[in-house]
Protein backbone atom coordinates (compact mmCIF):
# COMPACT_ATOMS: atom_id res chain seq x y z
CA UNK A 1 0.00 0.00 0.00
CA UNK A 2 1.27 3.50 -0.88
CA UNK A 3 -0.45 6.27 1.33
CA UNK A 4 -0.17 10.11 -0.52
CA UNK A 5 -0.89 12.68 2.52
CA UNK A 6 -2.57 15.82 1.04
CA UNK A 7 -3.01 19.13 2.62
CA UNK A 8 -6.49 19.12 1.91
CA UNK A 9 -8.99 17.95 -0.38
CA UNK A 10 -8.44 20.19 -3.67
CA UNK A 11 -4.75 18.78 -3.09
CA UNK A 12 -6.01 15.00 -2.46
CA UNK A 13 -8.08 15.36 -5.84
CA UNK A 14 -4.92 16.73 -7.97
CA UNK A 15 -3.07 13.77 -6.77
CA UNK A 16 -5.62 11.71 -7.47
CA UNK A 17 -6.20 12.92 -10.51
CA UNK A 18 -2.79 12.71 -11.65
CA UNK A 19 -2.77 9.26 -11.18
CA UNK A 20 -5.97 8.58 -13.08
CA UNK A 21 -4.75 10.64 -15.69
CA UNK A 22 -1.43 8.85 -15.79
CA UNK A 23 -3.17 5.69 -16.43
CA UNK A 24 -5.21 7.49 -19.62
CA UNK A 25 -1.86 8.40 -21.03
CA UNK A 26 -0.01 5.23 -20.69
CA UNK A 27 -3.01 3.12 -22.21
CA UNK A 28 -5.64 5.12 -24.04
CA UNK A 29 -7.83 2.19 -23.99
CA UNK A 30 -8.03 1.57 -20.34
CA UNK A 31 -10.45 0.27 -18.20
CA UNK A 32 -11.28 2.98 -15.08
CA UNK A 33 -13.49 2.12 -12.28
CA UNK A 34 -15.55 4.98 -11.64
CA UNK A 35 -16.90 5.90 -8.08
CA UNK A 36 -19.39 7.84 -7.33
CA UNK A 37 -20.53 9.86 -3.89
CA UNK A 38 -18.97 13.07 -2.31
CA UNK A 39 -14.94 11.95 -2.66
CA UNK A 40 -14.29 11.40 -6.07
CA UNK A 41 -16.31 15.24 -6.92
CA UNK A 42 -12.94 17.12 -6.95
CA UNK A 43 -10.90 13.92 -8.69
CA UNK A 44 -13.64 14.46 -11.68
CA UNK A 45 -13.11 18.62 -11.88
CA UNK A 46 -9.53 18.18 -12.42
CA UNK A 47 -9.50 15.34 -14.49
CA UNK A 48 -12.33 17.62 -16.53
CA UNK A 49 -9.75 20.35 -16.56
CA UNK A 50 -7.11 18.26 -18.13
CA UNK A 51 -9.51 17.07 -20.80
CA UNK A 52 -10.31 20.98 -21.36
CA UNK A 53 -6.58 22.08 -21.66
CA UNK A 54 -5.91 19.14 -24.20
CA UNK A 55 -4.09 17.34 -21.76
CA UNK A 56 -6.27 13.93 -21.98
CA UNK A 57 -8.12 12.02 -24.63
CA UNK A 58 -11.02 10.06 -22.99
CA UNK A 59 -12.24 8.88 -26.91
CA UNK A 60 -10.85 5.17 -26.27
CA UNK A 61 -11.31 5.13 -22.65
CA UNK A 62 -13.87 2.24 -21.00
CA UNK A 63 -15.47 2.62 -17.92
CA UNK A 64 -17.33 0.36 -15.04
CA UNK A 65 -18.96 1.87 -12.58
CA UNK A 66 -19.00 0.44 -8.97
CA UNK A 67 -22.82 0.66 -8.43
CA UNK A 68 -26.25 1.86 -8.83
CA UNK A 69 -29.45 2.64 -6.22
CA UNK A 70 -31.90 0.20 -6.78
CA UNK A 71 -35.06 0.95 -7.79
CA UNK A 72 -34.25 4.55 -9.57
CA UNK A 73 -34.30 5.43 -13.00
CA UNK A 74 -31.66 6.78 -15.11
CA UNK A 75 -33.49 10.05 -14.91
CA UNK A 76 -33.62 10.63 -11.39
CA UNK A 77 -30.86 13.17 -10.14
CA UNK A 78 -29.58 10.69 -7.52
CA UNK A 79 -29.02 8.11 -9.55
CA UNK A 80 -25.87 7.12 -10.14
CA UNK A 81 -25.86 7.22 -14.01
CA UNK A 82 -26.73 11.07 -12.82
CA UNK A 83 -24.10 11.52 -11.02
CA UNK A 84 -21.70 10.73 -13.37
CA UNK A 85 -23.05 12.16 -16.70
CA UNK A 86 -23.26 15.74 -14.07
CA UNK A 87 -19.93 15.31 -13.02
CA UNK A 88 -18.02 13.98 -15.71
CA UNK A 89 -19.14 11.88 -18.81
CA UNK A 90 -21.02 14.99 -20.36
CA UNK A 91 -17.77 17.09 -20.01
CA UNK A 92 -15.58 15.20 -22.06
CA UNK A 93 -15.07 13.34 -24.98
CA UNK A 94 -15.82 9.76 -23.78
CA UNK A 95 -18.30 7.72 -26.06
CA UNK A 96 -21.39 6.69 -24.12
CA UNK A 97 -21.46 3.13 -25.30
CA UNK A 98 -18.24 2.69 -23.54
CA UNK A 99 -20.14 3.61 -20.14
CA UNK A 100 -20.98 1.01 -18.02
CA UNK A 101 -23.25 1.65 -14.70
CA UNK A 102 -25.74 -1.08 -13.43
CA UNK A 103 -29.21 -0.83 -14.47
CA UNK A 104 -31.04 -0.37 -10.98
CA UNK A 105 -34.49 -0.45 -13.28
CA UNK A 106 -34.41 -4.36 -13.23
CA UNK A 107 -36.24 -5.73 -10.70
CA UNK A 108 -34.50 -9.11 -11.54
CA UNK A 109 -31.38 -8.56 -9.27
CA UNK A 110 -29.72 -11.81 -10.46
CA UNK A 111 -29.55 -11.37 -13.83
CA UNK A 112 -28.67 -7.67 -13.39
CA UNK A 113 -26.20 -8.89 -11.67
CA UNK A 114 -24.87 -11.59 -13.24
CA UNK A 115 -25.37 -9.62 -16.80
CA UNK A 116 -22.75 -6.54 -15.12
CA UNK A 117 -20.42 -9.48 -14.58
CA UNK A 118 -20.13 -10.50 -18.21
CA UNK A 119 -20.08 -6.72 -18.86
CA UNK A 120 -16.60 -5.99 -16.63
CA UNK A 121 -15.06 -9.85 -18.44
CA UNK A 122 -15.76 -8.44 -21.37
CA UNK A 123 -14.14 -5.54 -21.14
CA UNK A 124 -10.89 -7.31 -19.86
CA UNK A 125 -11.06 -6.37 -16.58
CA UNK A 126 -10.66 -3.17 -14.80
CA UNK A 127 -7.02 -1.58 -15.03
CA UNK A 128 -7.45 0.95 -12.49
CA UNK A 129 -10.76 1.19 -9.80
CA UNK A 130 -11.53 4.31 -8.09
CA UNK A 131 -12.84 3.96 -4.54
CA UNK A 132 -14.29 6.07 -1.81
CA UNK A 133 -14.58 4.94 1.90
CA UNK A 134 -17.69 4.58 3.69
CA UNK A 135 -17.92 5.28 7.74
CA UNK A 136 -18.38 2.04 8.41
CA UNK A 137 -15.70 0.63 6.21
CA UNK A 138 -17.74 -0.08 3.13
CA UNK A 139 -16.26 0.03 -0.59
CA UNK A 140 -19.04 0.71 -3.16
CA UNK A 141 -22.07 -0.60 -1.23
CA UNK A 142 -20.55 -3.81 0.26
CA UNK A 143 -21.41 -3.86 3.76
CA UNK A 144 -19.71 -5.17 7.30
CA UNK A 145 -20.91 -8.70 7.05
CA UNK A 146 -20.10 -12.43 8.00
CA UNK A 147 -17.97 -12.86 5.01
CA UNK A 148 -16.53 -11.03 1.54
CA UNK A 149 -19.15 -11.05 -1.45
CA UNK A 150 -17.71 -12.34 -4.43
CA UNK A 151 -19.65 -11.23 -7.27
CA UNK A 152 -21.53 -8.42 -8.55
CA UNK A 153 -24.90 -8.53 -5.97
CA UNK A 154 -28.09 -6.98 -4.44
CA UNK A 155 -27.27 -5.46 -1.17
CA UNK A 156 -29.17 -4.44 1.56
CA UNK A 157 -27.90 -0.67 2.78
CA UNK A 158 -27.34 -0.66 6.75
CA UNK A 159 -28.99 1.96 8.32
CA UNK A 160 -25.30 3.48 8.86
CA UNK A 161 -24.83 4.13 4.80
CA UNK A 162 -29.05 5.47 4.67
CA UNK A 163 -28.40 8.18 7.28
CA UNK A 164 -24.72 9.43 5.70
CA UNK A 165 -26.57 9.42 1.99
CA UNK A 166 -30.45 11.17 3.46
CA UNK A 167 -28.44 14.42 2.80
CA UNK A 168 -28.12 13.76 -1.08
CA UNK A 169 -32.77 13.34 -0.97
CA UNK A 170 -35.56 15.30 0.77
CA UNK A 171 -35.69 12.64 3.91
CA UNK A 172 -33.78 9.17 4.69
CA UNK A 173 -37.45 8.10 4.00
CA UNK A 174 -36.59 8.54 0.39
CA UNK A 175 -33.61 7.27 -0.16
CA UNK A 176 -33.47 3.38 -1.64
CA UNK A 177 -33.15 0.68 0.76
CA UNK A 178 -30.77 -1.50 -1.86
CA UNK A 179 -28.71 -1.15 -4.42
CA UNK A 180 -26.62 -3.06 -7.21
CA UNK A 181 -22.82 -3.41 -6.31
CA UNK A 182 -20.06 -4.68 -7.62
CA UNK A 183 -18.43 -7.33 -5.10
CA UNK A 184 -15.40 -7.65 -3.22
CA UNK A 185 -13.95 -10.21 -5.27
CA UNK A 186 -14.80 -8.26 -8.26
CA UNK A 187 -13.23 -5.06 -6.60
CA UNK A 188 -10.09 -6.80 -5.76
CA UNK A 189 -9.49 -8.28 -9.62
CA UNK A 190 -8.75 -4.68 -10.79
CA UNK A 191 -4.93 -4.69 -11.52
CA UNK A 192 -5.12 -0.92 -9.70
CA UNK A 193 -7.03 0.17 -6.49
CA UNK A 194 -6.85 4.23 -5.75
CA UNK A 195 -8.78 4.97 -2.60
CA UNK A 196 -9.58 8.48 -1.92
CA UNK A 197 -10.58 9.79 1.47
CA UNK A 198 -10.83 13.02 3.37
CA UNK A 199 -11.89 14.56 6.54
CA UNK A 200 -11.59 13.71 10.30
CA UNK A 201 -14.71 12.03 10.37
CA UNK A 202 -12.96 9.55 8.58
CA UNK A 203 -9.88 9.10 10.47
CA UNK A 204 -11.13 6.26 12.55
CA UNK A 205 -11.96 4.10 10.03
CA UNK A 206 -8.68 4.61 7.71
CA UNK A 207 -6.81 3.34 10.98
CA UNK A 208 -9.29 0.26 11.16
CA UNK A 209 -8.89 -0.54 7.45
CA UNK A 210 -5.67 -0.31 6.76
CA UNK A 211 -3.72 -1.04 9.97
CA UNK A 212 -5.98 -3.57 11.81
CA UNK A 213 -7.11 -7.25 11.03
CA UNK A 214 -8.04 -8.08 7.71
CA UNK A 215 -12.45 -8.80 8.33
CA UNK A 216 -15.48 -8.55 6.40
CA UNK A 217 -17.05 -6.72 9.30
CA UNK A 218 -14.65 -4.12 7.83
CA UNK A 219 -14.92 -4.22 4.33
CA UNK A 220 -11.83 -2.22 2.93
CA UNK A 221 -9.54 -4.34 5.24
CA UNK A 222 -9.83 -6.77 2.16
CA UNK A 223 -7.08 -4.22 0.04
CA UNK A 224 -4.52 -5.10 2.87
CA UNK A 225 -4.35 -8.01 0.46
CA UNK A 226 -4.10 -6.35 -2.77
CA UNK A 227 -0.38 -5.85 -4.50
CA UNK A 228 -1.23 -2.36 -6.07
CA UNK A 229 -3.41 -0.03 -3.76
CA UNK A 230 -2.91 3.77 -3.56
CA UNK A 231 -4.63 5.62 -0.91
CA UNK A 232 -4.77 9.68 -0.99
CA UNK A 233 -5.99 11.28 1.76
CA UNK A 234 -6.12 14.68 3.60
CA UNK A 235 -4.26 15.77 7.19
CA UNK A 236 -7.39 14.86 8.49
CA UNK A 237 -7.95 11.54 7.29
CA UNK A 238 -4.51 10.79 8.31
CA UNK A 239 -4.71 11.75 11.65
CA UNK A 240 -5.00 8.52 13.36
CA UNK A 241 -2.97 6.51 11.59
CA UNK A 242 -0.33 4.84 13.91
CA UNK A 243 3.02 5.83 13.49
Do not use: W
Not at 36 to 50: A, C, D
Amino acid sequence: MKFYEEKDYDALSQRAANIIAAQIVTKPDCVLGLATGSSPVGTYKRLIEKYENGDLDFSQVKTANLDEYKGLTRDNDQSYYYFMHENLFDHVNICPENTNIPDGTKEDSETECAHYEEVIASLGGVDLQLLGLGHNGHIGFNEPACDFPQATHCVDLQESTIEANKRFFASADDVPRQAYTMGIGTIMRAKKILLVVSGEDKADIVAKAFFGPVTPEVPASILQFHPDVTIVGDKAAFSKIPH
